[in-house]
């Protein structure tokens, strides 16, 4: 019986360790990439850069002349619009780009695998987009895929990156994911676990795969949130256009056993860690990040599970607001 439990846990944890880190919450730049500029002064625009031979689309919202800041969303694979929230608020004072990664959103790709769904194509995508918007540096704001994503270019090119602000924690290895997907398992309900088991059925998920996968992930909702009433009301909302669940096998197969820990010890730029008491993502994880990153702040909130904007918006923007407004004078 041990055995057998071990190898289901194995199985599982094989089928979905990179969807566990997806959160569940959730035009050729009008002619000229000189128009950026020009462009930027407006409160909202819609605008694309192209690398070799795919178009990543993204928008700019909030201020017209503040610092700007670079929003990732989670996944892989997670629309940007589940972080509208976070863009209101840094809005106010911030320009915001709501960058649809590749395979998200508009940004369509023409197939999904390992030259296309990489961590390295996703970095020199962000590369691309920030000499495209002549910036030289990006304040980056992340939540779980995206803290992974946003530490790694910031580890990567770290001359590019003048703060790096994660919300809600992404696992930094392969191990670390584990751990995220176990937490993810312990929290659901029988009855969770009875809607998960239904769409796993093999015919009924080869029939309709993406269903599948989205009815999976709209049952494990209770797991990220504290509150259970807001994770139902969430669970509500979701929108299965809001993913695409071809992204995160593709990486899986691209990446394997992942460990960004030596991208974290180059970090230059100030970091700020903040993650709730209840995130699955647990503490060990984000411990070991701030203890790699030499310029790193660590913050705690109370009652909160993965998505802390949402949970306790209160304490979560009195934070970021109070570690950005530190931040050294830019040399821009």
Same mark, same amino acid.
């Given at each position: 019986?041990?055995?057998?439990?071990?190898?289901?846990?194995?199985?599982?944890?094989?089928?979905?360790?990179?969807?566990?880190?997806?959160?569940?919450?959730?035009?050729?730049?009008?002619?000229?990439?000189?128009?950026?500029?020009?462009a930027a002064q407006q409160?909202? %625009?819609?605008?694309?850069?192209?690398?070799?031979?795919?178009?990543?689309?993204?928008?700019?919202?909030?201020?017209?002349?503040?610092?700007?800041?670079?929003?990732?969303?989670?996944?892989?694979?997670?629309?940007?619009?589940?972080?509208?929230?976070?863009?209101?608020?840094?809005?106010?004072?911030?320009?915001?780009?709501?960058?649809?990664?590749?395979?998200?959103?508009?940004?369509?790709?023409?197939?999904?695998?390992?030259?296309?769904?990489?961590?390295?194509?996703?970095?020199?995508?962000?590369?691309?987009?920030?000499?495209?918007?002549?910036?030289?540096?990006?304040?980056?704001?992340?939540?779980?895929?995206?803290?992974?994503?946003?530490?790694?270019?910031?580890?990567?090119?770290?001359?590019?990156?003048r703060a790096v602000v994660?919300?809600?924690?992404?696992?930094?290895?392969?191990?670390?994911?584990?751990?995220?997907?176990?937490?993810?398992?312990?929290?659901?309900?029988?009855?969770?676990?009875?809607?998960?088991?239904?769409?796993?059925?093999?015919?009924?998920?080869?029939?309709?795969?993406?269903?599948?996968?989205?009815?999976?992930?709209?049952?494990?909702?209770?797991?990220?949130?504290?509150?259970?009433?807001?994770?139902?009301?969430?669970?509500?909302?979701?929108?299965?256009?809001?993913?695409?669940?071809?992204?995160?096998?593709?990486?899986?197969?691209?990446?394997?056993?992942?460990?960004?820990?030596?991208?974290?010890?180059?970090?230059?730029?100030?970091?700020?860690?903040?993650?709730?008491?209840?995130?699955?993502?647990?503490?060990?994880? %984000?411990?070991?990040?701030?203890?790699?990153?030499?310029?790193?702040?660590?913050?705690?909130?109370?009652?909160?599970?993965?998505?802390?904007?949402?949970?306790?918006?209160?304490?979560?923007?009195?934070?970021?607001?109070?570690?950005?407004?530190?931040?050294?004078?830019?040399?821009?």
């Amino acid at each position: 019986m041990r055995a057998q439990i071990t190898d289901t846990a194995a199985r599982w944890r094989a089928n979905h360790h990179i969807a566990a880190v997806a959160t569940v919450c959730l035009l050729n730049l009008f002619g000229a990439a000189s128009a950026d500029i020009a462009a930027a002064q407006q409160n909202s %625009i819609d605008a694309k850069i192209s690398r070799n031979g795919i178009d990543l689309f993204y928008r700019i919202v909030g201020s017209t002349s503040g610092e700007y800041v670079l929003i990732l969303s989670g996944g892989p694979g997670e629309d940007i619009s589940s972080m509208q929230g976070i863009a209101d608020e840094l809005g106010k004072k911030y320009r915001c780009i709501m960058w649809e990664q590749r395979g998200t959103g508009r940004s369509k790709l023409p197939r999904y695998d390992s030259s296309t769904i990489n961590l390295n194509a996703y970095m020199e995508d962000i590369e691309a987009l920030r000499k495209q918007l002549h910036n030289e540096k990006f304040i980056v704001v992340g939540n779980s895929w995206g803290m992974i994503l946003g530490l790694a270019y910031a580890g990567t090119h770290s001359d590019a990156v003048r703060a790096v602000v994660t919300i809600g924690s992404g696992p930094i290895t392969f191990e670390y994911l584990g751990v995220f997907s176990d937490n993810q398992y312990v929290r659901l309900g029988p009855c969770e676990l009875e809607v998960r088991d239904f769409w796993k059925e093999p015919s009924r998920e080869a029939a309709d795969p993406d269903r599948a996968s989205f009815e999976r992930l709209r049952a494990a909702t209770v797991a990220y949130f504290y509150d259970r009433k807001k994770a139902l009301q969430m669970a509500a909302e979701l929108n299965p256009r809001d993913y695409n669940f071809r992204v995160p096998p593709a990486f899986s197969k691209a990446e394997g056993k992942y460990d960004i820990r030596p991208k974290l010890k180059t970090i230059m730029a100030p970091v700020l860690l903040l993650q709730g008491r209840q995130d699955l993502a647990g503490e060990a994880n %984000i411990c070991e990040a701030h203890s790699l990153i030499s310029n790193s702040t660590l913050a705690f909130i109370d009652k909160c599970g993965h998505m802390p904007w949402l949970e306790q918006p209160e304490q979560t923007w009195k934070i970021v607001d109070d570690f950005l407004t530190h931040l050294p004078i830019s040399a821009q």
